[in-house]
């Protein structure tokens, strides 16, 4: 059995982190290396998935709530824009294989994309 996730963990309360909002399904974080004025997790409880493609395939009730529960993030946390970014795969970026979306928001240029 492998271990659980940083974010499994988080959700446990073994690293501490705030949540900033939890549903049955998913919860959300602030990212720890920010890379634009507001830059939050979306994350599911489960760690079934590893990316995006895997959570599509097997579960598109869960991408379609961690899409909302993104618009309500920026809604409360910037104006309501937002650019929504999953990273898939290692050399695309993913450092942690529980699949997660990046909420990035706060006056935001197109060549500023580093999720």
Known sequence: MSEPSVFSRIL???IPGEI????ENVFAIRDIAPQAPVHLLVIPKTERYRDVGE???GDPALLSEMVAVAGSLAA????GDYRLVFNTGANA?????HVHAHVLAGGLKEKELRA
Do not use: I, N, P, R
């Open 12 to 14: 446990t309360g073994d």
């Open 20 to 23: 900033l909002t939890e549903t």
């Open 55 to 57: 959570l599509a395939a």
């Open 76 to 79: 409360e946390h910037a104006d």
């Open 93 to 97: 970026g993913q450092t942690v294989f």
